[in-house]
């Protein structure tokens, strides 16, 4: 019902940026909650940045807290997750994920719909 496709990841050098876009189908985008979620090699998934259906309220890991930045544009069904400062710590693959009332907004599995993911990878 709900598919999700993230663009923008790639190769950054540290001290730089990426905008990573993610392209909702539907006519009810602004009923989901909205989050981003990223997975380094080796590692779980974790917890990067959330924004209410509304973009009203925004929620944030403390790792990219005052560098990352998310947003959203219901017009364009499209979440996105602005990158700065980047860090080769910040190195892995990037997923959008979409659900209509999450339990507890910073837990993956609370999310319903995910996308494919995009690679960041940071160079030192």
């Known amino acids: 019902q709900v598919h999700l496709v993230e663009s923008g990841g790639g190769l950054v050098q540290t001290g730089g940026s990426l905008r990573l876009s993610c392209a909702a189908s539907?006519?009810?985008?602004?009923?989901?909650?909205m989050g981003w979620f990223r997975q380094a090699p080796g590692k779980d998934r974790e917890f990067v940045a959330a924004v209410s259906g509304s973009g009203s309220t925004t929620y944030y890991a403390d790792s990219v807290k005052g560098r990352f930045t998310i947003s959203r544009d219901n017009a364009k069904n499209t979440v996105y997750l602005q990158m700065n400062s980047l860090k080769p710590e910040d190195t892995a693959d990037y997923y959008c994920?979409?659900?209509?009332?999450?339990?507890?907004?910073?837990?993956?599995?609370?999310?319903?719909?995910w996308g494919q993911g995009t690679q960041v990878t940071v160079s030192s």
């Open positions: 994920a979409a659900d209509i009332n999450p339990y507890y907004i910073y837990g993956e599995y609370y999310y319903r719909y």
């Open positions: 539907g006519r009810t985008f602004s009923g989901y909650t």
